[in-house]
């Protein structure tokens, strides 16, 4: 059997931002999605069809 080409990758993980008090589009939102996932938001893909969630990513880092 072959070994999975990327066997770190994550493709699921739920953030409630209400529970830390903050919501889209505030950076400290994205920011603890890849605090979550133990990863650099340059290392993920951020996908959202509101153009003021996509900057709040942007200004995060992503």
Known sequence: MSK???PDLKLWTV?????FGAA???SQTYLRCVER???AA???LFIDDS???VDGALAAGF
Do not use: M, R
């Not at 953030?15 to 529970?19: K, P």
């Open 51 to 53: 153009q003021a969630s």
């Open 4 to 6: 999975p080409a990327y």
């Open 15 to 19: 953030v409630i931002s209400a529970a």
């Open 42 to 44: 340059t290392d993920t």
């Open 37 to 39: 996932l133990g990863a």
């Open 24 to 26: 889209k589009p505030a």
